[in-house]
């Protein structure tokens, strides 16, 4: 354990997410990348300016048009919707919408791998959201943080 010593990778990357076994990001380009952590970076096909990983290693993400991705396989599947920022946990998969809205992507709450079945909108207006264990917080226009229980 180095303490709270910070390291470096090689690359650059405008967004970055966690997942079990592999490390997710996207460069300025909306290029798309993933590693292990001590292997290197590989390209893979598609573009997105936001990506998520979960604990299980289930990625999505969203393109610079705000349409919706789901990592299945080795390809994207699209998902319908428009969001603007998207993030997949434990909690399920939630994201906020260009107007800030809130939406729950039913069926994958317990990070399934799956599309879930559809979207449902929820009260209050966030700019940014993150699934979590069991919780999900966000950050709305003033930066308030804000979370919720299941």
């Known amino acids: 354990r180095d303490g709270n010593l910070w390291k470096v990778f090689n690359g650059r990357l405008k967004?970055?997410?966690?997942?079990?076994?592999?490390?997710w990001g996207v460069n300025s380009a909306d290029s798309i990348f993933y590693k292990t952590l001590t292997g290197n970076w590989?390209?893979?096909g598609g573009k997105l300016k936001q990506i998520s990983v979960s604990?299980?290693?289930?990625?999505?993400?969203?393109?610079?048009?705000?349409?919706?991705?789901?990592?299945?396989?080795?390809?994207?599947?699209?998902?319908?919707g428009k969001l603007k920022c998207v993030s997949v946990g434990e909690a399920g998969v939630w994201g906020v919408n260009a107007n800030d809205?809130?939406?729950?992507?039913?069926?994958?709450y317990g990070d399934v791998d799956g599309?879930?079945?559809?979207?449902?909108?929820?009260?209050?207006?966030?700019?940014w959201i993150s699934s979590a264990k069991g919780t999900v917080f966000g950050?709305?226009?003033?930066?308030?943080?804000?979370y919720r229980v299941g």
């Open 15 to 23: 967004d970055i997410s966690v997942g079990g076994t592999k490390i």
């Open 42 to 44: 590989v390209s893979v």
């Open 55 to 80: 604990g299980k290693d289930h990625v999505w993400g969203v393109n610079s048009a705000d349409s919706i991705f789901r990592r299945s396989g080795n390809s994207w599947k699209n998902i319908g």
């Open 101 to 108: 809205d809130i939406f729950y992507r039913l069926g994958t």
């Open 115 to 127: 599309d879930g079945t559809g979207w449902k909108h929820i009260g209050g207006k966030l700019k």
């Open 139 to 146: 950050v709305n226009s003033n930066n308030d943080i804000f």
